[in-house]
């Protein structure tokens, strides 16, 4: 079966860098999309980033700050945040769903992981 584990995550100073890494295992990593998302306390889960195999997707949020790459020799799909800040702080998930699933809100993947804990301070 599909798992999907987290790692990277930790307490950074505003201004800093994170890298987040998935690691995939249990089936055909290419078939997937993958994707990031976030909670933080007290909201709603939120798309932070997907990638297909080649295509991006970024919410505005994090445009500009967050870079989204998988490397399918190793199935794992990163997330390398800089500038980070407070509003950053969250419950960061790696998900996937099949490459022909439609649709890209949190109700639409399949796959999740345990989540990872970033916390930003100012």
């Known amino acids: 079966q599909v798992q999907l584990v987290e790692s990277g995550g930790g307490l950074v100073q505003a201004g800093g860098s994170l890298n987040l890494s998935c690691t995939f295992s249990g089936g055909t990593f290419s078939r997937l999309a993958m994707a990031w998302f976030r909670q933080a306390p007290g909201k709603e889960r939120e798309f932070v980033a997907s990638?297909?195999?080649?295509?991006?997707s970024y919410a505005d949020s994090v445009k500009g700050r967050v870079t989204i790459y998988r490397d399918f020799a190793k199935n794992t799909v990163d997330l390398q945040m800089n500038s980070l800040k407070p509003d950053d702080t969250g419950v960061y998930y790696c998900?996937?769903?099949?490459?022909?699933?439609?649709?890209?809100?949190?109700?639409?993947?399949?796959?999740w992981g345990q989540g990872t804990q970033v916390t930003v301070s100012s």
């Open positions: 990638i297909m195999w080649n295509p991006t």
């Open positions: 998900a996937g769903k099949m490459w022909d699933r439609r649709g890209s809100g949190v109700s639409d993947y399949e796959y």
